[in-house]
């Protein structure tokens, strides 16, 4: 059976897929863009993620055809070399949301995703709808990835997706002005958690690509990788 990676690649041939951060330097928004270039491959811990104003957006303003691919809830043991098999084959780069959970228990997977040129963010510890949770949890979700991250990789992330795009004001203001975080969702969701078969969700992932989409699936999915 032909799996989402495979097909999705050729289908969208003449497209660039990048990193968030890399599809964000084609924005119609130079400063902006550089911005969070910058701050998303800074290899200093210890820079500060307050020396720049954090953002929200779930597409990129480009004219250009470039696409971000996205991956989150890994990384998986199995899945996730399996998916940076396909992605260095191919010269592609992504960013992957993680969990601070897994990246814990898979330190070398993570510090491989980095090696490799793709961009690493925080999905939460634990995969809570942070919009349930008070100021202190919602904190503590943010901090204990971004350490698992930072012990793993050397790097500290410079964004975050909360899980199911779940935002309020306590939330927002924890992740940009606490931890200097931008907030990244997405523009084209194939719902692949419900398993619908690799063709269906490469249809919708297609189907939604426009320059400055950022694409959603997860690395945890057989159906998605394999």
Known sequence: MQTLAKLLLPALGGTALLAVSACAQQSVQPQAAADYASSANVASAAASPLARQPSKFNSIKTSRPVLALTFDDGPHPELTPKLLDILRQKGVRATFFVLGSNVAKYPDIARRIVAEGHEIANHSYNHPALTK??????????????????????????????????????????????????????????????????????????????????????????????
Not at 139 to 152: L, P, R
Not at 155 to 164: F, G, K, L, V
Not at 201 to 218: E, F, N, S
Request: proline share 7%; glycine share 10%; with cysteine.
């Open 133 to 226: 949770l008070g100021a202190a949890r919602v904190n503590e979700e943010i901090e204990s990835t971004c350490d698992a991250i930072e012990s793993a990789t050397g790097r500290r992330p410079a964004s975050m997706r909360p899980p199911y795009g779940a935002l309020n004001g306590t939330v927002e203001r924890s992740l940009t002005q606490e931890h200097g975080l931008d907030v990244v969702l997405w523009s084209v969701d194939p719902l692949d958690w419900q398993r619908p078969g690799s063709a269906e969700v490469t249809r919708r992932l297609v189907a939604g690509a426009k320059p400055g989409a950022i694409l959603l699936a997860h690395d945890i999915h057989p159906g998605t990788i394999e």
